[in-house]
């Protein structure tokens, strides 16, 4: 609290969010988990990041869970013939059919985005992307190109990896876009809804 002359003015503290939320603005502005590596490089670059931007912050699926019903093309029509992505490991597309059904409906089911450590905030992503066990088809696409695949590398066989502090950069200019100052927008006192 800061006192100005009498009254206790309460001053917010935090990142300013705006007083609308709109799901298409998300649809316009985050990458797309069908996206190829072309759609990826152009979306990122729309927003002012780099390639390895891309690649940096796309390692944040080494947390949180993927809905089924956004990769289950992925498993069971991938090219609308009954039959499954070959860019994704055969043991892998077994493993998560065992988990999700080629039921469109089910909103339900998830799968960890990062088997091997889904709650540890590590380089398991890329060694997951690395052996074509990235879930969504725009992991997979990280392996398209030659920039991408080898930062992955070079995160995964080396002892001294970069990708924590290359997030840290990374995030840092991502969560400079769009900032709003003055009178636009709010500091939230529940971060999932408006303040009333």
Same mark, same amino acid.
């Given at each position: 609290?800061?006192?100005?002359?009498?009254?206790?003015?309460?001053?917010?503290?935090?990142?300013?969010?705006?007083?609308?939320?709109?799901?298409?603005?998300?649809? %316009?502005?985050?990458?797309?988990?069908? @996206?190829? &590596?072309? $759609?990826?490089?152009? +979306? !990122?670059?729309?927003? =002012?990041? /780099?390639?390895?931007?891309?690649?940096?912050?796309?390692?944040?699926? %080494?947390?949180?869970?993927?809905?089924? @019903?956004? &990769?289950? $093309?992925?498993?069971? +029509? !991938?090219?609308?013939? =009954?039959? /499954?992505?070959?860019?994704?490991?055969?043991?892998?597309?077994?493993?998560?059919?065992?988990?999700?059904?080629?039921?469109?409906?089910?909103?339900?089911?998830?799968?960890?985005?990062?088997?091997?450590?889904?709650?540890?905030?590590?380089?398991?992503?890329?060694?997951?992307?690395?052996?074509?066990?990235?879930?969504?088809?725009?992991?997979?696409?990280?392996?398209?190109?030659?920039?991408?695949?080898?930062?992955?590398?070079?995160?995964?066989?080396?002892?001294?990896?970069?990708?924590?502090?290359?997030?840290?950069?990374?995030?840092?200019?991502?969560?400079?876009?769009?900032?709003?100052?003055?009178?636009?927008?709010?500091?939230?006192?529940?971060?999932?809804?408006?303040?009333?």
């Amino acid at each position: 609290m800061l006192q100005i002359n009498g009254p206790f003015w309460e001053v917010p503290l935090g990142r300013k969010d705006g007083k609308i939320s709109l799901a298409s603005d998300a649809d %316009t502005l985050l990458p797309s988990p069908f @996206f190829n &590596f072309s $759609s990826l490089k152009q +979306n !990122f670059a729309s927003l =002012g990041l /780099t390639t390895k931007d891309l690649v940096v912050l796309l390692g944040s699926h %080494t947390i949180g869970q993927g809905h089924c @019903f956004v &990769f289950q $093309s992925r498993l069971y +029509n !991938f090219s609308g013939r =009954g039959d /499954t992505d070959p860019s994704l490991s055969p043991s892998y597309a077994a493993f998560l059919k065992t988990k999700c059904t080629p039921n469109p409906n089910d909103t339900q089911s998830v799968v960890p985005l990062d088997r091997i450590t889904p709650r540890v905030f590590d380089e398991n992503y890329y060694v997951m992307v690395s052996q074509n066990k990235g879930l969504f088809h725009s992991d997979a696409a990280l392996l398209t190109n030659r920039a991408t695949k080898s930062y992955i590398y070079q995160q995964i066989k080396t002892k001294r990896s970069t990708f924590a502090q290359d997030f840290s950069v990374s995030m840092s200019k991502m969560i400079k876009l769009g900032v709003l100052t003055g009178y636009q927008g709010e500091v939230r006192k529940t971060c999932g809804a408006v303040n009333t």
